[in-house]
C-alpha cells in the first residue's frame, strides 16, 4: 500500500486538510487488521472521551457513549468520505450519540438518591479554579447550547463545522453560542466570578 500524502480540499471556503496516515489507517481498519483498529482507538480515544464528558457532564455515561461511538464509527467507516478530514466525521457521531443519550436520559426517571447528587451546588467555601467553574456552568446548558459551546470553544471548530456537525444553520450555531456564553457568564456572575 502506498503512503498517501495529505490532501487539502476546500468546503463552503473552509480549509480542511485530510492527513494521508488517517486514510491509511482507515483502510487498514476495514480490512480487518486488529493493531490499526487499536491504533485508531488510541489516536481518537482522547477527543471522543472528552466531548462525551463535557457534553453529558457524567464520566461513566461518557465512557459508555465513546464505546458507542467507536463500534459506530467502525461499523460506518466504509461510508467515510475519504476526501474529508475524519475529525469532523468522527466529532458528527459523537454529537449525535450524545444528543441521543442526553433525550434518553431525560425520559428516564430519576431515583430519588441521584436526585440530590444533580443539584446546583451551594457556593464553595474554598474558590475553585475557573476551568472547574466554567464546566459546572456548562452542565446548567441546553444540551444544544453545551454541544454548541464544546465544539467551538474547546474542540477549537469554526461555525461553519459546528454547523454541519449538529446539521444546523450557521445562524442557529451563532444565536446558541450568543445564548450559551450569556448563561455561563450569568452563571459565573451569580458565583461571584468578576470579569478583569
Keep these: 500500500?502506498?503512503?498517501?500524502?495529505?490532501?487539502?480540499?476546500?468546503?463552503?471556503?473552509?480549509?480542511?486538510?485530510?492527513?494521508?496516515?488517517?486514510?491509511?489507517?482507515?483502510?487498514?481498519?476495514?480490512?480487518?487488521?486488529?493493531?490499526?483498529?487499536?491504533?485508531?482507538?488510541?489516536?481518537?480515544?482522547?477527543?471522543?472521551?472528552?466531548?462525551?464528558?463535557?457534553?453529558?457532564?457524567h464520566s461513566q455515561d461518557a465512557e459508555d457513549v465513546a464505546q458507542e461511538v467507536f463500534l459506530r464509527a467502525f461499523r460506518n467507516l466504509h461510508r467515510w468520505d475519504q476526501v474529508r478530514p475524519l475529525r469532523p466525521w468522527l466529532l458528527t457521531i459523537a454529537a449525535n450519540r450524545c444528543r441521543t443519550h442526553l433525550e434518553e436520559r431525560g425520559r428516564r426517571p430519576i431515583p430519588c438518591d441521584l436526585q440530590a447528587d444533580m443539584l446546583p451546588e451551594q457556593p464553595p467555601s474554598q474558590p475553585q479554579d475557573d476551568a472547574e467553574e466554567v464546566q459546572n456552568a456548562l452542565l446548567t446548558l441546553r444540551h444544544e447550547y453545551r454541544q454548541c459551546f464544546v465544539l467551538f470553544y474547546q474542540q477549537d471548530l469554526s461555525v461553519e463545522e459546528v454547523a454541519q456537525i449538529l446539521d444546523r444553520p450557521e445562524g442557529t450555531i451563532k444565536i446558541w453560542l450568543h445564548r450559551a456564553r450569556k448563561e455561563i457568564a450569568e452563571y459565573l456572575r451569580k458565583r461571584g466570578f468578576r470579569p478583569n
Excluded: P, Y
Excluded at 3 to 21: C, E, F, M, Y
Excluded at 37 to 47: A, I, P, S
Design 1 to 57: 500500500m502506498t503512503h498517501i500524502s495529505a490532501i487539502t480540499i476546500r468546503q463552503r471556503d473552509a480549509k480542511l486538510t485530510v492527513d494521508g496516515s488517517e486514510v491509511e489507517l482507515v483502510q487498514n481498519c476495514l480490512t480487518g487488521h486488529d493493531a490499526s483498529q487499536r491504533d485508531f482507538v488510541e489516536q481518537f480515544q482522547g477527543l471522543i472521551f472528552g466531548i462525551c464528558l463535557r457534553m453529558l457532564g
